[in-house]
T-cell receptor
């Protein structure tokens, strides 16, 4: 069984740039959720993808967008990066939404 | 706003001690409940699901009280390897999707 994998591991960007983060879901899982975790905080829900469509969104602006592909992998795109976007970005997959979600190692994004 | 509140910690306990974590949640319609553990600069990992009937996994016991909207985790015979941040997590049905809401976490340090 292949777990959730994310890339890249670390990324450094400057304000105003755009970034794309990638996630491959655990085999057998059809739902992908993205979270942002700032230092000292719990993860905050960004959005969820199911059947290649956004299936729920947290309190994040439209410059946070995503995609899900037919193989259930997913991308998180962030435009017009701000300093406060510096965080650990976590992808989690699940079979449907109600069960436990399993997380990837995360991408640590630093904005200079 | 849906919230999950945890003991702020940190908890510093000697090896072999029993330690209890508590958590309350605000959304009475929450669907499912979990404890995750997160090591420093790592992703959250599912520790156990939590059920109203209570459930045990080795040294770990979790309990849910839906009437009081209260979740607990008991760790017996603490090991050095139990040192981590423990996240109380609630799965809520939001606008069209299930969304995990995390507490800020409680840090546990088990001391030799």
């Amino acid at each position: 069984e292949t777990g959730v994998t994310q890339s890249p591991t670390h990324l450094i960007k400057t304000r105003g740039q755009q970034v794309t983060l990638r996630c491959s879901s655990q085999s057998g899982h059809n739902t992908v959720s993205w979270y942002q975790q700032a230092l000292g905080q719990g993860p905050q829900f960004i959005f969820q993808y199911y059947r290649e469509e956004e299936n729920g969104r947290g309190n994040f602006p439209p410059r946070f967008s995503g995609l899900q592909f037919p193989n259930y992998s997913s991308e998180l795109n962030v435009n017009a990066l701000e300093l406060d976007d510096s965080a650990l970005y976590l992808c989690a997959s699940s079979l449907g939404g109600v069960g436990p979600q399993h997380f990837g190692d995360g991408t640590r994004l630093s904005i200079l | 706003r849906k919230e999950v509140e945890q003991d702020p910690g940190p908890f510093n306990v000697p090896e072999g001690a029993t330690v209890a974590f508590n958590c309350t949640y605000s959304n009475s319609a929450s669907q499912s409940f979990f404890w995750y553990r997160q090591d420093c600069r790592k992703e959250p990992k599912l520790l156990m699901s939590v059920y109203s009937s209570g459930n045990e996994d080795g040294r770990f016991t979790a309990q849910l009280n839906r009437a009081s909207q209260y979740i607990s985790l008991l760790i017996r015979d603490s090991k050095l390897s139990d040192s981590a941040t423990y996240l109380c997590v609630v799965n809520d049905l939001g606008a069209g999707s299930y969304q995990l809401t995390f507490g800020k976490g409680t840090k546990l340090s088990v001391i030799p």
